[in-house]
């Protein structure tokens, strides 16, 4: 069953001094399933980052249709879409977005403090999460205490304490080294596992190696797309680079 459903997505940006109409956004349609782990991959300029700030609600299309679990996101008021976003999105980032004046827990519990939730049920919450992350040992530190990789794992468990419908990430892996990037797919791949549906961003063809399908987009519009199957991560990394090859060269696709 499709969790989000983007139909014709169109984004054109009008300038206000004049000048020539740019549409980011051609004709976009996908669906991801609930519970799927998917990848969009791209070069730059190619239309990403408009892709996802109208899935994350932060920018509206200027035609076509987002639909995340039965409801239509350009129905939303603008009065209601912080609270849409609060308990349907989760949101990973590349440089993670932590504050430093905040512990790790004060970080990861703010949605719920936005949200209004009680103490107890924000610690309950957290606990397991933490855990499974493997940051319990740390929720007292302050983001300039701990790794790249550590702030990650704690910007992940932010993004997972709603109970999201979705995680929306953006290039996760760009800011850490190697062996953070690993361990953080290593985690990502765990908690769609347990059947959270994630969609993410990236230039990273390792990153989009450990997804079970990868979209790219070109020129505002989805050119290809590539399912793992049965491929093993270095297959479907092989398969993703010879795909990006395509883009990078402007050949058509076979």
Not at 22 to 32: D, G, H, K, M, P
Not at 49 to 75: E, F, H, Q, W, Y
Not at 85 to 100: C, P, S
Not at 176 to 198: A, C
């Given at each position: 069953?499709?969790?989000?459903?983007?139909?014709?997505?169109?984004?054109?940006?009008?300038?206000?001094?004049?000048?020539?109409?740019?549409?980011?956004?051609?004709?976009?349609?996908?669906?991801?399933?609930?519970?799927?782990?998917?990848?969009?991959?791209?070069?730059?300029?190619?239309?990403?980052?408009?892709?996802?700030?109208?899935?994350?609600?932060?920018?509206?299309?200027?035609?076509?249709?987002?639909?995340?679990?039965?409801?239509?996101?350009?129905?939303?008021?603008?009065?209601?879409?912080?609270?849409?976003?609060?308990?349907?999105?989760?949101?990973?980032?590349?440089?993670?977005?932590?504050?430093?004046?905040?512990?790790?827990?004060?970080?990861?519990?703010?949605?719920?403090?936005?949200?209004?939730?009680?103490?107890?049920?924000?610690?309950?919450?957290?606990?397991?999460?933490?855990?499974?992350?493997?940051?319990?040992?740390?929720?007292n530190k302050y983001p300039y205490e701990v790794s790249g990789g550590e702030k990650q794992r704690a910007a992940v468990a932010r993004a997972l304490i709603t109970g999201p419908k979705l995680i929306l990430a953006d290039e996760p892996t760009g800011a850490l080294d190697s062996r953070s990037s690993d361990e953080l797919l290593?985690?990502?791949?765990?908690?769609?596992?347990?059947?959270?549906?994630?969609?993410?961003?990236?230039?990273?063809?390792?990153?989009?190696?450990?997804?079970?399908?990868?979209?790219?987009?070109?020129?505002?519009?989805?050119?290809?797309?590539?399912?793992?199957?049965?491929?093993?991560?270095?297959?479907?990394?092989?398969?993703?680079?010879?795909?990006?090859?395509?883009?990078?060269?402007?050949?058509?696709?076979?």
């Amino acid at each position: 069953m499709s969790l989000l459903e983007v139909t014709g997505l169109r984004k054109v940006y009008v300038p206000r001094a004049g000048g020539s109409r740019v549409e980011a956004l051609r004709n976009i349609s996908f669906t991801v399933e609930r519970g799927e782990y998917a990848a969009i991959m791209g070069e730059s300029g190619s239309g990403k980052t408009t892709l996802l700030n109208i899935l994350a609600a932060l920018d509206r299309p200027t035609g076509g249709s987002v639909i995340l679990d039965g409801k239509d996101m350009s129905k939303i008021k603008e009065s209601a879409m912080a609270a849409y976003r609060r308990n349907n999105l989760g949101f990973v980032f590349q440089d993670f977005n932590l504050l430093d004046t905040f512990t790790l827990a004060d970080n990861i519990y703010l949605p719920l403090v936005l949200a209004g939730r009680p103490y107890k049920e924000m610690r309950d919450r957290l606990i397991p999460i933490a855990t499974t992350l493997g940051i319990e040992k740390l929720l007292n530190k302050y983001p300039y205490e701990v790794s790249g990789g550590e702030k990650q794992r704690a910007a992940v468990a932010r993004a997972l304490i709603t109970g999201p419908k979705l995680i929306l990430a953006d290039e996760p892996t760009g800011a850490l080294d190697s062996r953070s990037s690993d361990e953080l797919l290593r985690l990502f791949s765990e908690v769609n596992r347990t059947g959270q549906t994630i969609l993410m961003v990236t230039h990273s063809v390792n990153a989009a190696s450990t997804a079970g399908r990868v979209l790219f987009i070109k020129d505002g519009v989805v050119f290809h797309q590539l399912y793992r199957g049965n491929s093993t991560n270095g297959q479907f990394y092989q398969k993703i680079s010879d795909t990006m090859v395509l883009l990078a060269t402007g050949r058509n696709r076979e």
